[in-house]
């Protein structure tokens, strides 16, 4: 009978842990497709602001300058509009400029 019961134990503690290897590995792949599915959502978001013209009011973001901004809103002017900027090489995240986009003029 002493058999049994540890046979029994053993078994017990055998499915104990198995159901805490399936919750544990359930919690993972929910945390896993949320983070795939915020990446993807943080693409459709770029690609859509990318495509999306530029406002009259542009607000400069890290890493851009102005050849990149010119490029992305189409004003290829953005200096000659803007006496606000000396030197077009000192553009830094924050700066609010004028945007006219070519095709409106």
Known sequence: MGRVSSTATMAEKVSWYCAL???????????????????RGEEVLLLQQKNKPCDEIYMVREGETLQTISEKCGDPFIVEENPHIHDPDDVFPGLVIKITPFKNR
Do not use: K, N, P
């Not at 290897?21 to 990446?39: D, G, I, K, Q, T």
């Open 21 to 39: 290897f399936m919750a544990l590995m359930l919690v993972l792949s929910c945390c896993e497709e949320s983070s795939e599915r915020e990446y």
